[in-house]
């Protein structure tokens, strides 16, 4: 069963955070085409640039992220 854009959108917010050494833009486009059918792939990169945008300590129990996880992901590629 395909990714909906949604539940596609947190699978991946979790696999871009758990790997900051890796460039998140390459990162994503990389997860989403191994998961998400080609005309989907737009919507749900968008979909992932914007929750990362907005991702904050509040939030990361949504993701199963820890804190620690996402301080070295912020470190990393928040400017």
């Known amino acids: 069963m395909p990714d909906t854009p ?3 959108g947190e699978r991946h917010i979790r696999e871009v955070i758990t790997h900051p050494e ?3 833009l ?3 486009q990389r997860s ?3 998961r998400v059918p080609e ?3 737009p919507q749900v990169q968008a979909l992932i640039v914007e929750e990362l945008r ?3 300590e509040g939030v990361l129990a949504r993701y199963g992220l820890r804190p620690s996880e996402y301080a070295a992901w912020k470190a990393l590629h928040r400017h």
Do not use: T
Request: glycine letters at 6%; charged letters at 15%; proline letters at 11%.
């Open 32 to 34: 989403v085409a191994e």
């Open 26 to 28: 390459a990162n994503i």
């Open 54 to 56: 907005r991702l904050h």
């Open 39 to 41: 005309p989907g792939q």
């Open 22 to 24: 890796c460039d998140p």
């Open 6 to 8: 949604a539940l596609a």
